[in-house]
């Protein structure tokens, strides 16, 4: 396997090496350093925070989690192991529970899923922002420098989005 490959990043639309992470099979983009999976060194699947967004809420629309947060973590071990909860806890988490919490998100009804305000706020503004500006759908990097959003709330913005569930 190569330490390096050349392709365009889904996250910030930038044509630039993608450099091995590690001995992990991820990968991470030179330009925005969002963290990717590759399947056969070819085709990224999204970042990692916009793949747990997206599989905890379809644990939510198919039944199979009782509410938001344990989907969040139902999502990180089955995509990473269980030893990898404590990783992806914290404000990515609590701004994915924000949405949830205002309803933004198809098929999960809202209630009182975080006590976070500041991430739901982040989160809600990021969302506002891809709505108003859509050219920025496919350049994370952009809106992050132009808007002053947090990229990896701003990542599960756009997962969530290009899969139709926001």
């Known amino acids: 396997m190569n330490d390096e490959i050349d392709i365009v990043c889904p996250t910030c639309g930038q044509g630039y090496k993608i450099r091995k992470n590690g001995k992990h099979k991820d990968y991470y983009c030179v330009m925005c350093l969002e963290s990717f999976t590759t399947e056969e060194n070819q085709s990224?699947?999204?970042?990692?925070?916009?793949?747990?967004?997206?599989?905890?809420?379809?644990?939510?629309?198919?039944?199979?989690?009782?509410?938001?947060?344990?989907?969040?973590?139902?999502?990180?071990?089955?995509?990473?192991?269980?030893?990898?909860?404590?990783?992806?806890?914290?404000?990515?988490?609590?701004?994915?529970?924000?949405?949830?919490?205002?309803?933004?998100?198809?098929?999960?009804?809202?209630?009182?899923?975080?006590?976070?305000?500041?991430?739901?706020?982040?989160?809600?503004?990021a969302l506002k922002i891809l709505r108003k500006h859509l050219e920025f759908e496919d350049n994370v990097r952009a809106l992050v420098q132009q808007k002053k959003v947090n990229k990896d709330i701003m990542s599960i913005v756009i997962a969530l989005w290009r899969e139709g569930m926001v």
């Open 44 to 125: 990224f699947r999204g970042s990692k925070l916009g793949r747990i967004a997206v599989l905890a809420t379809e644990l939510i629309q198919g039944g199979n989690a009782n509410n938001p947060r344990d989907a969040w973590d139902m999502a990180v071990t089955e995509l990473y192991g269980k030893t990898e909860i404590n990783n992806f806890k914290g404000f990515p988490r609590d701004a994915y529970l924000g949405l949830c919490e205002e309803g933004e998100i198809e098929g999960v009804l809202p209630g009182e899923y975080t006590g976070s305000k500041k991430n739901k706020k982040y989160a809600l503004k």
